[in-house]
């Protein structure tokens, strides 16, 4: 069954001007669980001791949703999302050729390294490992398969395809993903950002491509135009491509016009 994995929590606050509270983060939290999400992108923890504190009252809140911690391929970033009581880790790293050597003038061979080893670190204090692969629409789709290999050797169980700067469109993500999904070690979550204005339909398009999780937020608040908008991934898979999910679209529904208040959309 096709699951969804909120990050309003995080991928969402990193809109220009959004900045939730901690009282108005464990109500996301609630609403989503009550909706029945059964993944949440909770935050940052290497972000710093408010943000382990909220992570913290999520965990303690009896949520059914499992709480996910974001985090570079650092070791600092993963002590902190120990400390923020994280089991379930999601290890982001660069892919395309672009970000690694342009933005982190490093080489393929250095982050396969780094992530190797973060992966080893979490897995070291028990926790389950997502990986993530960051801008990996612009990456080479060999050195995806042979990153994912690696990762899920080294305990990995998932990969996020990251459409980073929303440059796809729906019959490339179909044809991308079903590519991926018949050679990836690991299962594929796709990640749409919203550049183009095809982040939900791209969304449908990596779910008819085998993706087995697809990840958005709340209202498809994102940094840039934002993210795949979660309620209506929601009501395009149920409605328009008839699967089946146990998420209450009405919660969902419920939950944007809390978020656009937040926000004052």
């Known amino acids: 069954m096709l699951e969804l994995v909120d990050t309003t929590l995080r991928?969402?606050?990193?809109?220009?001007g959004i900045v939730f509270s901690?009282?108005?983060k464990l109500e996301i939290a609630k609403r989503l669980s009550a909706a029945g999400i059964p993944w949440i992108e909770a935050g940052t923890p290497a972000m710093g001791q408010a943000e382990q504190a909220a992570i913290k009252e999520m965990h303690g809140a009896g949520l059914t949703?499992?709480?996910?911690?974001?985090?570079?391929?650092?070791?600092?970033d993963i002590l902190a999302s120990i400390?923020?009581?994280?089991?379930?880790?999601?290890?982001?790293?660069?892919?395309?050729?672009?970000?690694i050597t342009e933005k982190l003038k490093k080489s393929r061979e250095w982050v396969i390294k780094e992530m190797r080893a973060a992966i080893l670190l979490a897995k070291s204090f028990g926790c389950t490992v997502f990986l993530g692969a960051e801008d990996a629409?612009?990456?080479d789709t060999e050195f995806f398969l042979k990153v994912t290999d690696i990762a899920e050797k080294a305990g990995a169980v998932r990969v996020r395809y990251a459409d980073t700067v929303g440059c796809l469109e729906p019959l490339a993500a179909q044809k991308i993903i079903s590519r991926l999904t018949a050679k990836s070690s690991l299962p594929i979550e796709f990640h749409g950002h919203n550049d183009f204005g095809m982040a939900v339909a791209n969304s449908l398009a990596a779910a008819e491509g085998g993706a087995q999780f697809?990840?958005?937020?709340?209202?498809?608040?994102?940094?840039?135009?934002?993210?795949?908008?979660?309620e209506k991934v929601l009501k395009a898979l149920t409605e328009l491509?008839?699967?089946?999910?146990?998420?209450?679209?009405?919660?969902?529904?419920?939950?944007a016009k809390y978020v656009n208040m937040l926000v004052g959309s």
């Open 214 to 230: 697809i990840s958005g937020t709340i209202a498809g608040i994102g940094e840039r135009a934002g993210n795949a908008a979660l």
């Open 11 to 16: 991928d969402g606050e990193q809109a220009a």
């Open 137 to 139: 629409s612009r990456a």
């Open 65 to 76: 949703s499992k709480i996910v911690t974001w985090n570079r391929a650092v070791e600092g």
């Open 241 to 255: 491509s008839a699967y089946q999910t146990r998420i209450k679209l009405e919660h969902l529904k419920e939950t």
């Open 83 to 99: 400390a923020a009581e994280s089991s379930f880790l999601h290890i982001s790293i660069p892919v395309s050729d672009l970000h």
């Open 22 to 24: 901690p009282d108005e």
